[in-house]
C-alpha cells in the first residue's frame, strides 16, 4: 500500500525575473533588504524600481542599462514559489543557463549558451558564495562545487553573469558567473518555516534573523534543517542535515567591514541512471517505464544495499554505507571590509573553508534481460539466488520473469572519499572615478589569490542486483555450472569491474592561483566604453597514487573480508592502490583574459551593447592520468594542455519601463574542451555555438508573468580523436530551453506556475538516439490569513511528465533496454511560515 506523509516543512527558494522583482545590490555583496512579512510589501504585486544595481563580475555596481553586460537576477521572496528541490533547479529558470538536475540536491551539470557539458559539475561557470568561489574547480571529477553550498532562508539573491567581463573579475570562469548573496540585516526580522512532503518523505525546518545591535552595528543569522527518504524510492532515509549561516556588519563613515561564518553537514542521495524502456526508431524513440521500476520515482539504490566493503585508500578493510550519499562537510569563515584610502574604494574578501566528505553512488554498468545473461552470469548455466532481502536463499528460477521486469544490473558501488577539499580564497580591488572632459573615468586594479587543495581516494566493489522499484533491489548470487560461487553476498569483486584496479586512485594536490586584473570604463553622456583584462598564473603541486609509473598502477589482491579464514572467487578480485609508489603532479600553467564592450543608453527605458571576451578554464584533475602529464616527474610537456580557451561575441538590447522589462542578447561562443576518463584522454575537441538569450518580464496589477528562452545552435567542429563526432550536435543540447512563471498577487493569496522545458536533443554525440523534449509544470499558491502567517502549497512537475535527462545509448537497443535518468516525478509540498 502507497505510503503518505505529511509534515509541515519549508521549500528552498524561488524565481525573480525582470519586471517581477528586480534585485538591487547597493555594493559588492550589501544585501539586498526583503520585506519583513508576507503580508506586508511582500504580498503586495511587485513593481520594478527605476534603477536595478549589478554587482557580480563586474569593477563598480551599477545600473543593468549602463552595463555592457548580459545579466540576471533570482530574488528570494519569488525563489520559494518555483517548488525548486535543489540548487539546479533554481538556476534552470536563468536565461542561458542548461542544467542536469536530475542527480538529487547536489552534484548536477551546469553549463551556459551551449559551452559543452561533456562531463559533471561547472567546468565553465563558475558559482560564487558572497563573490568567491564555492570551490576553485566545479568540476573536480565526482566532486561538483553544488554539493557544498546550500539556498536557504539566508540567501538574499542570485546573481548571474553569462559571458561579459566574468573571465576577467574571476578565475576559471569564461561562461559566467552566479552569485549567491547572503542577507546582512538590513531590514529587522526575521522567519521560521516548516514544510513537509504531501505524497513524498521530507521533513524540514528553515529559520533566519537579522537586525541592528547599535545604530553601526547589525547581524544576521540562519539556517535549515531537514530529514526524509527523498522524491525517490530508496528504502531508507537519504536526507539529514543542515546549515549555519551568520555575519555582523560594522558600519563606518566611507565603508564597512563584515565577518562571516558557515558550518554545513548535510547528506542527500545521487540518483544516478535506473532501466527505460527504449523502442521504435532512432528519429522516432518511445521511452517507458519498465513493470515495476518507475523512471520519474524509483532508483537503483535500495534498503537491501545497505553497505559495502572494499579497501580504503591504505589499503585496510573498511564498510561503507550507502546512506552516507553525497554529504558535505564545510566549516569556512569569512571576512569582507571597503573602505576609502586617498580617493580610492578599496573592496577585499577572503575567506578560508575546510571541506570534507564523501560522495557515495550505485552506478549502472549494464543491464541485461533475465533470459540472456553474459557469460561472466554463467549465460544462462549456473544458478541465480537471491543474496539478501524478503527472497533470500531462494533460486531464481525463470530470470526471465524476475520482478515482473526481467531486469538484472550489473552496477559499482563506489566511494569518493573526499578527506580534504579545503581553500583560501581572497580577493582585493581598488576602484577610483575620475571626471575626465565631460565624462567619467572609471579605474579598477585589483588581485586575487587562491589555495585549493584535492585529497581523494576512489574506492570501489560490484554487484549483481535485480532491479525491483520501491527502494526494495536486491542482491543476487551467481554459483557457475561447476557448482563455483562465483560472488559472495551479492558481489562479483572488490573492484570497480573485472580483475584490474580500473579507477582505483588517490588524489593528493594543491592547486595554487594568482591573478593580477584591471580594467577601465569612461562613461560620457549616452555612451560606456570600457575593457578589463586579467593574467591566471597556476602552480600544481602534489602527487598521485594509481598512475603506471615503474609498477605504481592500481591492480588486485586477495583479501579476506568476512574472515571466513577462505579466499572466495570475488575476494580474489579485490583493488589496491600502490601506496609506496606515488606519481609526482608537478607543473605551471598561465594564460590571459581579456574583454571589451560598449553600452549606448539610446534613451532612459532603452540601452544597446556589444561585447567581446576571451577567457579560459584551468583543467586541473582532467588531464591527470593521462598522455598529458608525464609520469616521470609530473611536468606538462605542453603548457596549452593546461587550459582551454573560450572566446564570445554578444550584443543585446535592454528595455525597462514601468511594468514592462525585454532583454535579448545574441551570442557566438567558440571553445576549447579537453576530458579524461579511465586513464586515457577521451575528447580533444573545439566547440561552437551561436544563439540568443530571452528575458521579459509584465505586470499590471495584481498580475505579472516572467519568462526566458534561450535558442541554441550547437556543434562539435573538429575532435582530434574521434573524426567521427566532426560536425554534430553535443549530446544534450536542445535548441530550444524556455521558462515562464506567470503569476496573481494578492495581499491575502499568490497563485500561479512555473514552467520550465527544452526541446529534443541527441542521446550520445554521434547523433543518432533522439530524447524528446519535454515540459514541466510547477503550480504553486500562498495564502496569507492573517498578518505574518502565511500557507504554501507548491508542486514540482504536477503532471508526472517523463522528462529524460540522460540516456546511455546511442542507438535503439536491439532487446529494448536501456537506462538513463528522468525528471524527478511529481512531488507536492505543504509549508507553514511565520515572520517576526
Do not use: C
Not at 536542445?734 to 526541446?759: C, D, H, L, M, W
Amino acid at each position: 500500500m502507497k505510503k503518505h506523509y505529511f509534515f509541515l516543512s519549508v521549500a528552498p527558494l524561488a524565481l525573480a525575473t525582470p519586471a517581477m522583482a528586480q534585485v538591487m545590490t547597493p555594493g559588492a555583496h550589501e544585501s539586498v533588504p526583503a520585506a519583513a512579512s508576507p503580508t506586508a510589501e511582500k504580498a503586495a504585486p511587485p513593481e520594478a524600481p527605476a534603477e536595478e544595481l549589478f554587482s557580480t563580475g563586474v569593477a563598480k555596481g551599477r545600473d543593468r542599462l549602463d552595463s555592457a553586460t548580459s545579466t540576471s537576477a533570482l530574488k528570494q521572496s519569488e525563489i520559494e514559489k518555483l517548488g525548486a528541490r535543489s540548487l539546479a533547479e533554481i538556476l534552470r529558470n536563468i536565461p542561458g543557463i542548461r542544467t542536469e538536475s536530475s542527480t538529487g540536491d547536489a552534484n548536477s551539470n551546469y553549463t551556459i549558451r551551449g559551452l559543452p557539458l561533456a562531463s559533471g559539475g561547472t567546468k565553465f561557470m563558475q558559482i560564487e558564495e558572497d563573490g568567491l568561489p564555492v570551490v576553485e574547480f566545479g568540476d573536480f571529477f565526482n566532486v561538483a562545487s553544488d554539493i557544498f553550498i546550500r539556498a536557504d532562508f539566508n540567501l538574499s539573491a542570485v546573481e548571474a553573469i553569462r559571458g561579459g567581463s566574468a573571465s576577467t573579475f574571476a578565475s576559471n570562469s569564461p561562461g559566467g558567473v552566479i552569485n549567491l548573496i547572503s542577507r546582512t540585516g538590513d531590514v529587522e526580522g526575521g522567519a521560521i518555516q516548516l514544510t513537509g512532503g504531501i505524497d513524498y518523505d521530507m521533513k524540514r525546518l528553515d529559520f533566519d534573523y537579522g537586525g541592528k545591535i547599535s545604530d553601526s552595528l547589525r547581524f544576521h543569522f540562519g539556517g535549515f534543517y531537514r530529514t526524509g527518504e527523498g522524491q525517490r524510492h530508496v528504502g531508507f532515509n537519504a536526507y539529514q542535515g543542515g546549515q549555519l549561516k551568520f555575519n555582523v556588519t560594522k558600519q563606518f563613515t566611507g565603508g564597512y567591514i563584515r565577518i562571516s561564518g558557515k558550518y554545513l553537514d548535510d547528506r542527500t542521495p545521487q540518483y544516478l541512471p535506473g532501466p527505460i524502456q527504449i523502442t521504435g526508431s532512432d528519429a522516432n524513440p518511445h521511452y517507458a517505464s519498465f513493470a515495476n521500476f518507475d523512471a520519474k520515482k524509483d532508483s537503483v539504490l535500495s534498503r537491501n544495499i545497505a553497505s559495502f566493503a572494499t579497501l580504503d585508500g591504505n589499503n585496510q578493510p573498511i564498510r561503507v554505507s550507502m546512506s552516507d550519499g553525497l554529504r558535505g562537510v564545510v566549516k569556512a569563515i569569512g571576512l569582507e571590509s571597503q573602505f576609502e584610502v586617498a580617493g580610492w574604494s578599496v573592496t577585499e574578501r577572503a575567506r578560508y573553508s575546510k571541506i570534507s566528505g564523501n560522495t557515495i553512488r550505485d552506478l549502472v554498468a549494464n543491464i541485461y534481460a533475465g533470459n540472456a545473461l553474459p557469460a561472466s552470469l554463467g549465460a544462462g548455466t549456473g544458478t541465480l539466488t537471491y543474496a539478501n532481502g524478503p527472497n533470500a536463499g531462494q533460486v531464481i528460477t525463470v530470470a526471465g520473469n524476475i520482478n515482473g521486469n526481467g531486469l538484472i544490473g550489473a552496477t559499482s558501488l563506489s566511494k569518493i572519499d573526499i578527506h580534504a577539499l579545503d581553500n583560501f580564497t581572497n580577493d582585493v580591488r581598488a576602484t577610483r572615478v575620475f571626471k575626465l572632459g565631460n565624462g567619467e573615468l572609471t579605474v579598477t586594479g585589483g588581485a586575487y589569490k587562491s589555495l585549493q587543495n584535492l585529497h581523494t581516494d576512489w574506492l570501489y566493489s560490484n554487484i549483481t542486483q535485480d532491479l525491483a522499484g520501491g527502494g526494495n533491489s536486491s542482491l543476487i548470487n551467481y554459483t557457475n555450472a561447476a557448482g563455483v560461487a562465483q560472488s559472495q553476498d551479492g558481489f562479483l569483486g572488490f573492484t570497480r569491474s573485472g580483475t584490474t584496479g580500473f579507477f582505483r586512485r588517490t588524489y593528493d594536490l594543491q592547486y595554487d592561483v594568482t591573478a593580477p586584473y584591471g580594467s577601465v570604463n569612461y562613461h560620457i553622456g549616452k555612451i560606456a566604453i570600457g575593457g578589463s583584462v586579467r593574467y591566471d598564473i597556476g602552480k600544481v603541486r602534489g602527487q598521485v597514487y594509481g598512475v603506471d609509473l615503474g609498477g605504481g598502477r592500481s591492480g588486485t589482491v586477495s583479501y579476506d573480508f568476512n574472515g571466513d579464514g577462505k579466499i572466495s572467487v570475488p575476494e580474489t578480485k579485490t583493488a589496491f592502490i600502490p601506496i609506496t609508489a606515488p606519481g609526482p603532479v608537478h607543473y605551471n600553467y598561465h594564460y590571459l583574459s581579456y574583454s571589451a564592450g560598449v553600452n549606448f543608453r539610446v534613451s532612459e527605458p532603452l540601452a544597446l551593447f556589444a561585447r567581446y571576451s576571451r577567457g579560459a578554464r584551468a583543467n586541473a584533475d582532467k588531464i591527470l592520468f593521462s598522455s598529458k602529464i608525464d609520469n616521470t616527474d609530473g611536468s606538462l610537456p605542453d603548457s596549452g594542455d593546461g587550459y582551454d580557451i573560450v572566446t564570445q561575441t554578444e550584443g543585446g538590447l535592454k528595455f525597462r519601463k514601468s511594468g514592462i522589462t525585454f532583454n535579448v542578447t545574441a551570442f557566438l561562443a567558440n571553445t576549447e574542451d579537453t576530458n579524461v576518463q579511465a586513464g586515457a584522454v577521451t575528447t580533444d575537441r573545439n566547440y561552437r555555438a551561436y544563439g540568443a538569450e530571452f528575458e521579459a518580464g509584465y505586470q499590471h496589477g495584481p498580475f505579472a508573468v516572467a519568462a526566458g528562452l534561450t535558442y541554441t545552435h550547437a556543434e562539435i567542429v573538429n575532435d582530434r580523436l574521434n573524426a567521427a563526432v566532426a560536425g554534430m550536435v553535443p549530446r544534450h543540447q536542445p535548441k530550444f530551453i524556455f521558462e515562464v512563471t506567470p503569476q496573481y498577487v494578492t495581499r491575502t493569496f499568490s497563485v500561479g506556475a512555473n514552467v520550465v522545458g527544452n526541446t529534443a536533443s541527441y542521446a550520445q554525440d554521434i547523433n543518432l538516439l533522439k530524447m524528446p523534449g519535454y515540459t514541466l509544470v510547477n503550480p504553486f499558491v500562498q495564502f496569507r490569513p492573517v498578518e505574518r502567517v502565511q500557507l504554501m502549497l507548491n508542486a514540482n512537475n504536477v503532471f508526472n511528465t517523463l522528462g529524460l535527462i540522460e540516456i546511455s545509448q546511442t542507438t535503439v537497443p536491439g532487446n529494448g533496454v536501456g537506462w538513463g535518468r528522468a525528471a524527478n516525478g511529481r512531488t507536492v509540498t505543504a509549508s507553514l511560515r511565520y515572520d517576526f
